[in-house]
């Protein structure tokens, strides 16, 4: 369930031969969204207002929620494959992030600093749901995702490909900020994104080349996941 004008906008135009049903308020059966999908082929069905936010649970459904395939998820052979293409790849790591809002949030964030794809570990981990499509903002339609069994294994076969790995960490690490100036960092990272009330696993942590810690001059000890991955994304992202 793909719900909102945004989220279902991404998916028409990036993904159309998953949806197969675009339901929509009465009043909302005249907008530009509506005649693209019919223009794809998209079956289109009204539906009162009430069905509409029935279906889309976790939010607001602006009068529209498609029905479709979820986003395919990819091999990590594959998405290391796209990372060897970019001498600037950005990789984003996500060990244990459970809440759907915050997974989201990361991927808009990916996608929206350059990342080439995001992987994360099958267990302990949010699927792909409506609530992360959502958050996402679309980000979920155009980011490459991959789901690993093993997320130990898995950064170990990054490095092997000849990425590095960044972690972060509330405390202990380097400071961004000298970890951010040109020439410090090699050009090709794998940034690793710990749960929510954990933080990066010792076997994870294990496979760190370095370990990242954003600077504070307050007293909260950390930021949330999805409000770090911003920050260290921001300040890591590829030169333009």
Do not use: Y
Request: net charge neutral; glycine share 8%; with cysteine.
């Amino acid at each position: 369930m793909v719900a909102g004008e945004r989220a279902v906008a991404e998916l028409l135009a990036f993904a159309p031969a998953r949806v197969r049903r675009l339901l929509v308020a009465p009043t909302r059966v005249e907008h530009e969204l509506v005649a693209r999908a019919r223009a794809l082929g998209i079956a289109v069905e009204r539906a009162e207002p009430a069905t509409l936010q029935r279906l889309a649970a976790d939010g607001p459904a602006k009068g529209m929620v498609a029905l479709a395939e979820p986003p395919p998820l990819l091999e990590l052979d594959v998405l290391l494959q796209r990372a060897a293409a970019d001498p600037w790849a950005r990789l984003v790591a996500l060990d244990g992030v459970v809440d759907p809002h915050n997974k989201g949030a990361i991927l808009r964030s990916a996608e929206f600093f350059g990342a080439v794809g995001a992987l994360w570990p099958r267990d302990r981990s949010a699927p792909v749901t409506p609530a992360v499509v959502r958050a996402s903002a679309g980000a979920s339609e155009r980011l490459p995702l991959c789901e690993v069994g093993n997320f130990a294994r898995a950064l170990r076969d990054c490095k092997d490909a000849g990425l590095w790995i960044v972690g972060t960490v509330a405390d202990g690490g380097q400071p961004l900020a000298e970890l951010a100036r040109p020439g410090v960092l090699p050009q090709q990272l794998v940034v690793v994104l710990g749960s929510e009330h954990e933080g990066i696993r010792r076997l994870s942590r294990e496979h760190c080349d370095f370990l990242v810690t954003i600077e504070r001059r307050g007293g909260i000890a950390s930021l949330n996941v999805s409000a770090a991955a911003a920050v260290v994304l921001a300040a890591l992202r590829a030169p333009s």
